[in-house]
């Protein structure tokens, strides 16, 4: 079950994030599917879901009309 989501606007920050919680063994997912099913089997054990929007270099208006 997913307990902390850490949205990250590239991968570097939301592997920054993500390992933070893996050192200490907490199972921890970084991805970069923006699909992906947070009721799924790929999240059933994750307790941290790093998710990277690759949203670094897009323009302010962009990343809101995206989300």
Not at 17 to 34: A, E, Y
Request: charged residues 20%; glycine residues 6%.
């Amino acid at each position: 079950m997913i307990k902390v989501l850490i949205i990250a606007d590239d991968l570097t920050g939301a592997m920054d994030n993500g390992v933070q919680f893996s050192k200490f063994g907490i199972p921890t997912l970084v991805t970069i599917d923006t699909n992906i099913d947070f009721f799924g089997p790929e999240c059933e054990n994750i307790q941290v879901l790093a998710l990277d929007t690759e949203t670094r270099h897009i323009f302010a208006k962009e990343v809101y009309i995206a989300s």
